[in-house]
């Protein structure tokens, strides 16, 4: 009871700090961090893998504050392969989750859907072996989403809400647009965009780079490239589907992220877990 007494009064604490803190961006940049892949463990995880009462111990301080990579590292398991000193991240949560990207995905033989950060249920399982032990999670492997962290301050400069999906243009010598970037407003964030390193390599992205949320105008301003860019993405991120049959095959073969279909139309079991699979929405239209 006294120990939760005094984590509420530090966090209350932490949040008045952080509100007469000016934001260090006004120009309508985000900085980039590119993050690697990584663990979350929950305080039962961290005793299973390393001793009963065992604490993570701080390596440095990350960016948003209260957090920390710590100095130890696990490594994961999949039915392919393995990866080892698999960097945790601190401090303890209340749920275990790994995050990876694709291509480690494909090198230890798993498919982990793509998630925004804490959303686990349903996701893939995982191996975890550490000094004192190993721990087997039947789910709580995924991708992480793109998303941006930033203060209720940032979010009314920058007239974006919680939640709401943006579009990302990313500067440097090999500029590109991410689309479906999730906004995450909390009064303990600092402004700063996350991605991971198939993102990062597939723009040549550094640690540090500037991002900025692409709005209509904006778009208007582009490179014809760009814009053209920009359209196609929003022209693939829903697809009518007007056969009598949806099935696993022709789910592959849509880029969509939603597919909607006619309420007579006949969607095979197959075709129903790999939508899940892939993190795809199906819709019934009523029309």
């Not at 509100?19 to 120009?27: E, F, N, T, V, W």
């Not at 990579?69 to 945790?88: D, H, N, W």
């Not at 692409?214 to 778009?219: L, T």
């Amino acid at each position: 009871m006294q120990e939760n007494l005094v984590q509420q009064i530090v966090e209350e604490v932490l949040q008045q700090v952080l509100k007469s803190q000016p934001s260090l961006q006004h120009d309508g940049k985000i900085p980039i961090g590119v993050s690697a892949r990584h663990v979350h463990l929950a305080q039962a995880e961290v005793e299973l893998l390393f001793g009963e009462n065992y604490q993570l111990t701080p390596k440095f301080e990350l960016s948003q504050p209260g957090q920390f990579a710590a100095e130890e590292t696990v490594l994961i398991a999949g039915p392919k392969g393995s990866i080892e000193r698999v960097r945790i991240l601190g401090p303890a949560r209340a749920l275990s989750q790994v995050e990876i990207s694709w291509t480690d995905a494909m090198k230890i033989g798993v498919k982990p859907p793509l998630r925004t950060s804490g959303d686990i249920k349903g996701s893939s399982p995982i191996t975890l072996i550490g000094p004192k032990g190993s721990v087997s999670l039947a789910e709580g492997l995924i991708i992480a989403q793109a998303h941006i962290h930033m203060s209720p301050e940032d979010s009314s400069r920058l007239q974006v809400a919680d939640g709401q999906s943006v579009q990302v243009k990313v500067e440097g010598i090999r500029p590109i647009i991410l689309s479906n970037v999730i906004i995450r407003v909390s009064e303990r964030y600092h402004l700063e965009m996350h991605i991971d390193t198939d993102e990062a390599n597939a723009g040549l992205i550094q640690q540090g780079a500037k991002a900025e949320i692409v709005n209509a105008s904006a778009i208007e301003s582009l490179q014809p490239i760009e814009r053209q860019a920009v359209m196609k993405t929003e022209e693939k991120s829903i697809f009518h589907f007007d056969k009598k049959l949806l099935s696993q095959g022709e789910v592959l073969a849509i880029d969509a992220q939603e597919i909607i279909v006619s309420k007579k139309t006949i969607v095979t079991a197959l075709a129903y877990d790999k939508i899940r699979e892939l993190n795809k929405t199906l819709t019934i239209s009523t029309g």
